[in-house]
């Protein structure tokens, strides 16, 4: 009989381990404490990894990409409100792909119903509330969040893929003080009803000052999406009181087109996404048959721009791990960390001075990122000039 695996979580993480699991030969049962499905989200860039690992997961055809035209072109505004091309966050190496986080969501709900596959049985309004390990398994009192009823179930293993603050991690592994590390930063993140008038629908544009900034995405084929993030030494003070007034006493004194559009429309947005940024840290991400994987685990952060990708190899890996050690689920495990962690640490440390792109941390490291994107978007256009020049007249090529 097939073995039994818990997911925690219908994420990026959750769905791409249980497929992983599915194609190892197991049984996996997915709960997720929301009452239904979540759609649409922010702007996500999957880089070659993921996208690789959404091949291996058999979802590639169902992944919905938005790239922009030619590449797109990104706005850099200066301080007087001045427009100049630069570096966007599609410009980066590895071409990202340009999705929001539901598109990468709706192809792995395919991916969990596939034909000719079976169909991985998904539990809305369910949450793990107690986690032990007992005779050689995991036993695990499940709650409904509608009913409140509770009830016991045995499995082989336990997968907590339920994000930046695991209620796995806090059950199995401790409190989340041990493990999430604060970044002194804000994040504000919704879906824009168009563009920022007097720009190309595709375009993106970047106001970024010391310490807070504003990023527009552009894709293809729908409205862009917002971020604001900035820096505050006083995490707690952000969520005290109404929030779009916080937002607007952050961003007094950034008086630029695209800022001013961005507050207004935050007021409008029927919901968007505010939050503190933290990063997970731990010495291991598995103890027994309970493992972590993707935000719960290693959280990188937005800056990292490799959360999604993670999160998606995180779980295809899993199950190639599994699959490779069919009769040692603990080896299986550390074969799997090993492979994963080198890389993962490097992302959490490289977080760090992608950061500095997002939103400088003062006015000189705000001159050096202003100097050093709009040197590579001078470069960029230059190569796409010589592409131009150099292709067979009626060729076309996206950047
Ligand atoms: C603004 C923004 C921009 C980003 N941009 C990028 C980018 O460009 N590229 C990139 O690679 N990454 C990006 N990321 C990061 C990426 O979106 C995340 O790393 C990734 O979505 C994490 O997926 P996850 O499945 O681990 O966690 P989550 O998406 O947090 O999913 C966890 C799931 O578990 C559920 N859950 C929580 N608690 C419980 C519980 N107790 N019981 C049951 N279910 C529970 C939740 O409801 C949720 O469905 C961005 C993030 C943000 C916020």
């Known amino acids: 009989m097939a073995r039994r695996a818990l997911v925690v979580g219908l994420g990026i993480a959750g769905m791409s381990a249980a497929i992983g699991l599915r194609e190892a030969g197991w049984s996996p049962v997915v709960v997720e404490r929301a009452p239904d499905r979540r759609q649409g989200g922010y702007f996500v860039g999957l880089l070659p990894d993921g996208r690789r690992a959404a091949v291996d997961l058999g979802i590639a055809e169902h992944l919905h990409t938005r790239n922009p035209a030619g590449g797109g072109t990104a706005w850099e505004l200066d301080r007087r409100g001045n427009r100049a091309p630069g570096l966007g966050f599609l410009h980066q190496p590895g071409r990202p792909a340009a999705v929001v986080r539901g598109d990468i969501e709706a192809a792995l709900w395919q991916g969990l ?82 563009q920022v008038p007097g720009y190309g629908d595709q375009d993106s544009i970047i106001s970024a000052r010391a310490g807070r900034a504003a990023w527009v995405f552009g894709f ?128 959490q440390r490289v977080a760090r001075l992608k950061q500095q792109m997002f939103v400088p941390s003062g006015r000189w490291a705000e001159a050096v990122r202003s100097v050093v994107l709009r040197l590579g978007g001078a470069a960029r256009r230059r190569r796409l000039a010589r592409d131009l020049v150099a292709a067979p007249a009626g060729s076309g090529r996206a950047s």
């Open 113 to 194: 119903g596939q034909e000719g596959r079976a169909r991985i049985e998904v539990r809305f309004a369910t949450t793990p509330v107690e986690i032990s390990h007992e005779d050689g398994g995991v036993r695990v009192l499940l709650r409904d969040t509608r009913t409140g009823q509770e009830h016991h179930e045995e499995y082989d293993l336990v997968v907590g893929a339920d994000g930046l603050r695991s209620d796995v991690r806090r059950l199995v592994f401790g409190p989340h003080a041990r493990y999430v590390r604060d970044w002194d930063a804000m994040i504000c993140a919704f879906q824009l009803p168009g």
């Open 220 to 347: 293809a084929d729908r409205a862009p999406t917002a971020l604001l993030t900035y820096r505050t030494a006083n995490v707690p003070e952000q969520f005290a009181g109404d929030r779009v007034e916080r937002l607007r006493s952050v961003y007094s004194g950034m008086d630029d087109p695209v800022v001013r559009y961005v507050l207004d429309e935050v007021e409008r947005a029927p919901e968007y996404l505010f939050d503190s940024v933290h990063q997970v840290r731990m010495p291991r991400w598995s103890t027994g048959r309970v493992v972590l994987v993707g935000d719960a685990a290693w959280c990188l952060n937005l800056y990292s721009g490799m959360g999604a990708t993670s999160a998606l190899r995180g779980g295809a890996e899993l199950g190639r791990a599994l699959r490779d050690a069919p009769d040692d689920v603990r080896a299986a495990l550390t074969a799997w960390e090993s492979a994963l962690r080198p890389s993962i640490v490097r992302h």
